[in-house]
């Protein structure tokens, strides 16, 4: 595998990237919308280069990293609060832009809350190297990655760690016959609670850090999981409004319970992907918004955080405030969006037609995984499950509309207070 690709100029593997409509190269393309010269010192506020580095994808150190190298942008910081002499990101403050009216204060307020804390990350960083040390003793060859909400800046202080255990060799190991000799480790480990083992389609082994309520999910080699947290985390930073547009989304769909695939609604991840998916279609200097190309797949995993530094600043013209934003999401997957004929699609910017391929075909809800573009909504395979899901945009989109209120379809207090009680 190439360390890394030349990242603009190497094709995606096996891609058939639907060309613009004016054959126009991506990054050409987003240069001609968004020149350089609009980045006037107010403008370039709007956007901060996301964070390039995982503290602990230093390669050669894999025992506990230096807790001060965790970057600003992944575990936020209270704007009231920057410590250790470190800046509030630009990003955070121009946030304040898109928040002048009511709704969009409350957005705020539930982000400011709920998000991630350094010292949450810091948290999981601690476990995840301990763990990598105890598992190196049966694998020795074995890494731990951290991704998911913990890592790509979609994260609450109550979101569990995801965890990627990458074991390299020539022999594929069977995931599942890792997990069972890793349960047993784990049931020694002083610090390890409640392990059991999930046989699904990517098998896991849930934990939970003991004494506390820090869970973990591990998979084996999943290492589509770090690339697409990546990804991810470059979204999350093109445009201050993107994290807390989604930290909202993530709270509402959890609190309607349809948010978990175990149930056969909506991952937190297809949720993701789905709030994207919207702005990519409404600002109009998205339209041709793929960070795809910053990440190609034949990367190795360890300069895959490099994928970031790749991404060209980004300044939308759109100026919608959250509460905007949040109206136009919902209304748009209650009443806009053709569920039975459009796939959506991150990677490509847009939603394209449903094919009669084994992936999209009699499925209820198509959203394609950016890197294996295979359906992340499968598990809504029960009609009933799927008009609940629509259910709940149509009725939050008029109860919202009418009240503009986020009380209307969220207990705003009760869900704060519950994550003030977490850690
Ligand atoms: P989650 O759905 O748990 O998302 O998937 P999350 O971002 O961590 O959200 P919360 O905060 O826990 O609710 C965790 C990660 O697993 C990978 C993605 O990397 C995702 O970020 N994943 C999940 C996939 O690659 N494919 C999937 O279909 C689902
Ligand atoms: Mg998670």
Redesign the pocket.
Known sequence: MCKVCSVNKVPLTGSSRRPNADNTPYFEKRQRLDPPSHATASSALNWAPPPSRLPHQAVAAPSTPALSCLDPFGPSRHISTPHQGQTVPKSFNSLQVYAGDHLSRQMVELFEACQQQSIDLERKEVFRARLQEDIQSIFSVARLYL????M?G???RS??A?LCLVITGNKKPDPVSVLSRLRKLFRKLSYVEGTCLIRAK?PILKFKEKGSDLEF?LNIN?T???R??FL?RSYAHADPRVRPMILVV?KWACHHQI?D?SKGTL????L?LMVLHYLQSLFSSYACFSLQDCFSPCMEIDMVPEGSTHVPPYISRNQSSLGELLLGFLRYYASEFSWDKRVISVREATAFPKTYAQEWRKKFICVE?PF?RNN?ARAVHEKLKFDAIKAQFVQSSMKLQARRDLNSILPLRAIINKEALRR
Not at 147 to 150: A, H, K, L, P, R
């Open positions: 991704t998911g909400s913990s790509n979609l994260g609450c979101s569990d995801d990517v999910d999943n589509v999981g770090i697409n947290t991810l993530k948010n695939a991952s937190s991840y297809t993701v995984e294996e992340v």
